[in-house]
């Protein structure tokens, strides 16, 4: 069964980093796009970043600028650098097969709390 497994976040101080890893087990086939949403309390999921197998990137305007999205065959991460405390929220890795398609296809990891705070 396909599954996408999130590791690192957790808590940093405004103006800091964390690094998200997310790696696509149970598939032989390439996820053609994988990347974040992020959902705060009290609001709506939105995307972060994505990327496709052919690099192509996609950044929410939020964050350009401060976060890089990187991918190594179904292994996605996103280095988060300059936090700030907006940037507080569950962080989902979402992956599907075609690009642009939004979070109501495809399939997600179980989400990390990444909490910005001093």
């Known amino acids: 069964q396909r599954q996408l497994v999130e590791s690192g976040g957790g808590l940093a101080q405004p103006g800091g980093s964390l690094r998200l890893s997310c790696a696509a087990s149970?598939?032989?086939?390439?996820?053609?796009?994988m990347g974040w949403y992020r959902q705060a309390p009290g609001k709506q999921r939105e995307l972060v970043a994505e990327i496709s197998s052919g690099y192509r990137t996609n950044l929410a305007d939020s964050v350009k600028g401060r976060f890089i999205i990187t991918r190594d065959k179904n292994t996605v991460y996103l280095q988060m650098n300059g936090l700030l405390p907006e940037d507080t929220a569950v962080y989902y890795c979402h992956g599907d097969l075609e690009w642009g398609r939004g979070p109501g296809f495809g399939f997600w990891g179980q989400g990390t709390q990444d909490t910005v705070s001093s």
């Open positions: 149970g598939t032989t086939q390439i996820v053609y796009v």
